[in-house]
């Protein structure tokens, strides 16, 4: 490895301040699972390393307007094993749970995780399929930023050298909405996709309609991939079996993946048809499921009183 400093900051301004001296030159470490890796191979040089190890107060999960705010120190085993995900977004726990191993887990940071921005990580379909959005700070102040329009390409975000993702904010879904990842692992349980598709799926009132729906990707191209035109197949549209086949049909025009050791990009391209059409269905089963809950825990009606019957004779 090439020598570099390496700071400790204590707090987001102390943070700043050392992103601002060093320039673009130093770096931000988080879990440092990648960046080390990154290092090692010598594809990143910085003089200087920022841990984020000592800053206090970005690492919680809570309940934010109805959504979910989740600190971009958090760990992905945190999200993981939150017991506010669980209940309110099982899908998201599922995600995380399905990073690597329990170790990197312990160390990788929710924050650490989207900048480092390699395509065939598993949160990132599942946090754009719902809707998520950033929070980056700078010494210039903060913006927020779509999931949708974060990745620009391989490793690479629309974030400045000074920004450091402190929350991802997951809105509050709409009722009757359902949430699926899978991720297809031919190899071993700890790889990464080969193909893996999110789908947050929405039911009218009638439970018959597609009111609205949201479908990513990963593994299939340079990055996530929202696929928006295989969305538009489902929107307004009765529930119907077909209908998942179709929008998976439409999501393989939107896919441009790579062939590599986990697949030939043809091979992929037709499991993003099938994956895309699995996580539709998943999805509806999870509305099925929390309706059956739901009436399940509903307190079971009172029997009607009997009408006083009058005694008298009978005419
Ligand atoms: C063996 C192994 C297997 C893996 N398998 C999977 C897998 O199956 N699925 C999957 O999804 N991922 C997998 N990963 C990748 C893993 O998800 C990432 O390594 C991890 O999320 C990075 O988080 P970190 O906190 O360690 O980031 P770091 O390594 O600390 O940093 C990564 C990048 O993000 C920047 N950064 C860090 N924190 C912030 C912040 N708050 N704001 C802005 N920039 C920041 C750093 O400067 C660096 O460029 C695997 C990694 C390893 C080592």
């Known amino acids: 490895m090439i020598p570099f400093e390496y700071r400790t900051p204590k707090n987001l301004k102390e943070v700043h301040a050392t992103l601002k001296e060093f320039g673009g030159d130093a770096k931000l470490i988080a879990g440092g699972t990648a960046l080390v890796i990154m290092m090692k191979q010598r594809l990143v040089r910085p003089t200087c390393l920022v841990s984020l ?6 690492n919680g999960i809570e309940v934010k307007d109805g959504g979910l705010s989740i600190g971009g120190l958090a760990t992905h085993r945190a999200v993981e094993g939150s017991a ?51 929070k980056v700070t700078s010494a210039n102040g903060s913006r927020v930023i779509s999931l949708d329009e974060f990745f620009k390409g391989y490793y690479e975000t629309v974030l400045n050298a000074d920004e450091i993702i402190t929350e991802v904010m997951i809105p509050k879904q709409a009722a009757n909405t359902g949430a699926a990842y899978i991720k297809f692992l031919p190899r071993t349980a700890d790889d990464y996709a080969t193909v893996s598709a999110a789908a947050v799926l929405t039911l009218d009132k009638s439970m018959k309609t597609i009111a609205d729906v949201r479908i990513a990707l990963g ?22 079996a077909e209908a998942f086949a179709e929008a998976g049909e439409k999501a393989k ?8 050791f986990r697949g030939s990009a043809a091979y992929k391209t037709d499991m993003a048809a099938v994956f895309v059409r699995r996580a539709l269905e998943k999805a509806l089963a999870d509305i099925r499921q929390q309706a059956k809950s739901k009436a399940a825990a509903k307190p079971a009606a009172k029997p009607a009183k009997k009408k006083a019957v009058k005694k008298g004779k009978k005419r």
């Open 253 to 260: 025009q939107a896919v441009d993946p790579v062939s590599d």
């Open 84 to 134: 506010l995900v669980r209940r309110r977004l099982p899908m998201l726990a599922e995600t995380y749970h399905h990073v690597a191993t329990l170790r990197v887990r312990n160390m990788a940071t929710v924050g650490g995780g989207l900048a480092h921005a390699d395509p065939n990580q598993d949160p990132p379909p599942s946090l754009i399929a719902l809707g998520a959005t950033v």
């Open 53 to 58: 190890s000592s800053v206090r107060g970005f």
């Open 219 to 240: 593994s299939v191209g340079e990055t996530p991939i929202r696929a928006t035109d295989a969305e538009a197949v489902l929107r307004g549209q009765p529930l119907k």
